[in-house]
């Protein structure tokens, strides 16, 4: 455990135990959308890899446009 870790620990188990359900919960909620993500995007990388080929391809014969151009 990381001494920062450490000491926001030392700091919420001096708050009412009300507060520090209220944190731990919002602690578990962030750990567990955090592993969705994680999740969701090792399941796209092939997904994302096909569509930058395809995109690097319809650059390379011209079917883009520029930034520049569009705004």
Same mark, same amino acid.
């Given at each position: ?8 620990? #030392? ?22 959308? #955090? ?10 990388? %092939? ?21 520049? %151009?569009?705004?």
């Amino acid at each position: 455990m990381t001494e920062l870790l450490k000491k926001a620990f #030392e700091a919420i188990s001096k708050l009412p135990a009300e507060s520090q359900d209220a944190i731990a919960a919002r602690m578990l909620m962030e750990l567990e959308d #955090e592993s969705r993500w994680d999740e969701a995007f090792a399941r796209s990388q %092939d997904k994302l890899a096909q569509m930058a080929d395809e995109a690097i391809a319809e650059f390379k014969v011209g079917k883009t446009n520029s930034l520049k %151009d569009i705004l």
